[in-house]
Each structure stands twice: as C-alpha cells, then as structure tokens.
C-alpha cells in the first residue's frame, strides 16, 4: 500500500465526521433520534451497522445494479422511504409490529421482541436516503462509481468515509436511547411519538422538503472542509480518478492578477440531454462570457449558489453572459432526467442544463467537487476556477470585468450615471479609498475609528469598530459612517444581513433592512439636487462596498 495513499484514509475518516455535524445531515436526525430511542440499549448500534453497510454498498454499485435489474434509478430511494414509513407504522401500532418484526427477528436468528434486525434496517434505510455535501472525497467517491472505474482503494476511501459520518449519529442516535432510558413509564406513549416523528421525516424526504430545511443555515462547516482541498488530499484523490496531469495551469496574462488565463475551455463532451436550451458548444459560445456551473440539484452546497447564479442571469445575460449549468449527479435517482427537470422546474433556473450522467464533462475539466465554477471569456479560454461556495462578489466582479463593465456596481444594479455636478463614486475599501478624512486605516483587521470633528464637502469618515479590506467594509460593532454630500440621489452597494439606520444633518430619514445577494440600495431620493451631512449606523455583519451618486 502506498504510504501516501495512506494518508488519505483519515482525511476521508476526517471528511465524514464533517459531513455528519454539517446541515446535510439534519433531515435524518430525528430519525436516528428516534429510532435509537425506540429500542434495546444495543439498536443504536445495529441502526449505524445498517446505515455504513447500505451508504458505502450501494453508493458504490447502486447505478450499475439497478442498470443490471432492470430497474429505475430511483428505486432504492423510494424503497428506502417506504421502509421508513413500515417502520414508523410498526411503532405506532404496536400489533401490526408484531406481525412484522417475526420475519425480521428469524433474518436476525434472534427470539421475537429483539429490535436489531428493525435497527439494521432502519439504519439501511437511512444510509440510501442521506444524501452528503458535494466535498472533494464523495465527489471522487461518486465519480469513480458511476463509471464503475475503481478498486480497492475506492472502497477503502468509502469504508472510511462512512466510518467517519457514523461517529457523531451514533452519538445522536445513543442520545435518544439514554433520554428515553430515563422515562420508561411512558414507553408506549413514546413509542407512538417516535413513530410520527420518523413518518414526519419521511414525508419531508419524500416531497423534497429537507432540501428547504438544509437552505435555511448557513455552510458553517465550509473552512473544516479545507481538509479535504488541501494539496496531499488533492494529489491522491487524483490519483483515486486516474486524472492524471491537471488540465489547468495558470498562464502569464498581462490583465489584471486576480484574472489569470488557464487555457482553452473543454467543450461539453457526452451530453445525454440539454434542458432550457438547444444542445451547446464552447465553439458556438464565442464572443460570450461562459459560466460553466458543475452542480447536482440534492446537493445542498449547490442549492445555496443558486440564488447567485440566477441573479446573475437575470442581470447580465443581455449583457453577454452564458451560464451552463452541468449536472452531474452524485447519486443514482439524480440520474433521472424526469427528476433533473421537475428540480431545475421548482428551483427556478431558467439558464441551460446539460445532463452529464456520464461524467464526460466532468472528466474534460477534471472537476472534483460540487459545486464547481469555471469562468470562461469571449475568445473561450478559462479566467477563473472556483471550487465549493463563497466569494459571490469576487466572482460577480471577474464576470463583469470580462464583459467590459464596470466593477462597483453588482447585481441588478442600473446605471444612473447623473449629469449634474454630484459627489463623485466613492470606494470604501482600502484599496480604492479616496477623499476619506477620519482616523488612521489598518488594512484588514478589525480596528476603531473615530469621526473627525468636522468633514469637507466630498469626504467620508468611519466611526466604532470596523474590517476594511481590500473591497468593502465590514461592520463589527458600533458601526457608523458619515459622508458630507451633494446630491441628489445617494445608492450604495450593500451586503450582509441585517438594518442599516440613514440620517441626514442629524436626523432619521428611513432604517434600511438589507438581506440575500449584494445589491444597490437607494439611501436617499430628493426632487432636487440638495448638499447635507449623511450618517448611516450599521448592525452588525453588514457590508458595504461604494456609493454612487445621481
């Protein structure tokens, strides 16, 4: 065995445990609470036997089985669901559990009334409807199964992987046990609960719902999946697909630093169907500006930039730019084109989406992860590769630099370029701060600032504590801004969530709730053009970025 290859089985071990405290795993939470709860001190354990065996079998050969039999690609998801929905009617009608179990209980060679056999199965169960975060490991894991390209080592990385997600639900699952453990006066009672609680997770599974719950938090786990994109990590996981050289290297480029130029784009290769749009080439894209999204519509780390991606068609698309969508799917329901287009339907995308249930496309681009961004300029080479979510702004800045705009205003930003005398475009991060007149900046920490005691006309100053970096400010505590202006219209590009308070000459004029992608807002709209002293007070975790004046 390769002592490097070795080094991946506890970073694998390692992304598992991340994936098991991460969002994606909250739909089966109550489930596994439940199910532990409802048992023998031991089930708790047969629930996570069950859940490593199916997870790491059939994400394996789920595809090529069901290919085999004959069967839909969806099958074992829906079996799954449906054993959950028995096993909840088992707990809440307790005669109809004993006819079921007695089948169950000779499979497990154990008297009647044992609940391993019930635990192995509802643990199973779980393991084909928990669908994991799209990180670099199941991304190689996923991608050599569907193309049924591995060997030891893959089932290896998956045992270990599996192992890794197991920990903290057994944790979970051996909580309800001793919880309910606690109470056992109640036991039928609970029972009963626990039963609804599972068809309740049932249902949400089945309608989709989970996908809604896991958008409702962020990706707090996101910098604990720097483990898993670190440079060893990266090298083996090639090495796990056969990708061989990595396709793209940085070339000299005489734009900008943070637009390098990675060579000519990969065409869309293997394709099985197009949604939203005639098939597509990279050719047939020139002189546009092309997004290419590598993305699968039950992976919550992709559900969280769609927003983004959409916002971004809406606006720019006339303005040149292209966004494709790959979906190429992580698990075997995902491959069902019936099931990509009812998603791509309700989540609302209207840019093109190519199926790549081959990983074709995904192999051209050597792509490792969900989701994956590759930005592509007019003469169709590669300016810029993003792997997993963030940076929105940074990405939204290098789309409009490719088409020619320019760079403060972002989303669905119109340009209201006045043409009376104003107070000129004002950057407020480090990098572009003019006509500032308070206290020293210390460049990307958080600092405080104090206002002077007066201010010119034109210039700007900062109050409590706040983050500038290179682009924006961030608001830490306290956080206030004063501009002497002329204007008569004052927008500012804001981000964050939370309530900025707008005053001018000393008194309140409105309190602006800010929320979702980074926009424009319109602080003040006057008949006339109008000279005064603004103050804007921040809550904490907003961002601000430029004012623009009409």
């Not at 007695?102 to 779980?126: I, Q, T």
Request: charged share 20%.
């Amino acid at each position: 065995m390769d002592a490097r290859f070795i080094l991946l089985i506890p970073i694998a071990l390692g992304a598992g445990v991340i994936t098991a405290i991460s969002p994606c795993v909250f739909p089966v939470l109550p489930i596994l609470f439940a199910g532990g709860a409802s048992g023998s001190r031991r089930k708790p354990y047969a629930i996570i036997a069950g859940l490593v065996t199916s997870f790491a079998t059939f994400t394996l050969v789920a595809t090529w089985l069901l290919d085999k039999l004959g069967l839909p690609q969806d099958f074992l998801r829906n079996l799954s669901i449906g054993l959950l929905f028995l096993l909840a009617a088992i707990l809440i009608f307790p005669q109809f559990g004993v006819l079921v179990e007695r089948p169950l209980a000779r499979l497990s060679r154990r008297k009647p009334g044992n609940d391993l056999g019930g635990g192995f199965v509802l643990g199973a169960s779980l393991g084909l409807v928990f669908v994991p975060c799209g990180g670099p490991v199941i991304g190689a894991i996923s991608a050599n199964a569907a193309r049924l390209h591995f060997g030891w080592q893959t089932v290896v990385i998956t045992v270990a992987y599996a192992l890794g997600a197991a920990i903290p639900m057994l944790a979970i699952a051996a909580l309800g046990q001793r919880v309910t453990g606690r109470i056992r006066g109640h036991a039928l009672e609970l029972r009963r609960a626990f039963g609804v609680v599972i068809a309740a997770a049932a249902f949400a599974i089945l309608f989709n719902a989970d996908q809604k719950l896991q958008t409702w938090f962020p990706n707090y786990t996101h910098a604990l999946q720097s483990l898993e994109r670190s440079s060893t990590a990266d090298k083996e996981l090639a090495k796990l697909q056969h990708r061989g050289k990595a396709r793209f290297t940085a070339q000299p480029t005489a734009a900008a630093a943070d637009l390098k130029n990675y060579g000519t784009a990969p065409d869309f290769a293997g394709i099985s169907a197009w949604l939203n749009s005639k098939p597509l080439t990279v050719s047939s894209l020139r002189g546009k500006v092309v997004l290419v999204d590598f993305w699968t519509y039950s992976c919550i780390n992709c559900l969280r930039t769609l927003p983004h991606l959409e916002a971004w068609d809406k606006r720019y698309r006339k303005d040149g730019l292209v966004i494709v969508g790959v979906h190429t799917p992580e698990f075997a329901f995902e491959h069902i084109v019936s099931n990509v287009r009812d998603a791509v339907h309700k989540l609302g995308v209207r840019y093109p989406v190519a199926i790549d249930d081959g990983y074709h496309t995904w192999d051209a681009y050597q792509n490792n992860a969900w989701p994956a961004e590759y930005l592509i300029d007019r003469t169709g080479h590669v300016r810029e590769i993003r792997a997993g979510e963030g940076d929105y702004d940074g990405t939204e800045g290098k789309i409009r630099a490719l088409l020619g705009m320019p760079g403060a205003q972002l989303a669905s930003v119109k340009d209201k370029t006045p043409t009376h005398l104003t107070t000129p475009e004002s950057y407020l991060g480090w990098e572009r701060l003019d006509r500032y007149g308070g206290s020293t900046i210390l460049p990307d920490r958080a600092n405080g600032y104090h206002f002077p005691v007066a201010l010119p006309l034109n210039e700007l100053a900062y109050s409590g504590i706040w983050k500038v970096e290179r682009q924006r400010i961030d608001a830490v505590h306290a956080a206030r801004l004063r501009l002497h202006f002329v204007a008569q219209n004052v927008y500012l590009v804001l981000g964050g969530t939370g309530r900025v308070q707008v005053l001018v000459d000393g008194k309140t004029v409105r309190t602006i709730p800010v929320s979702g992608i980074s926009r424009l807002y319109t602080l003040l709209h006057y008949p006339q053009e109008r000279e005064g002293q603004l103050e804007l007070r921040f809550t904490r975790g907003i961002s601000a970025y430029a004012f623009t004046f009409g």
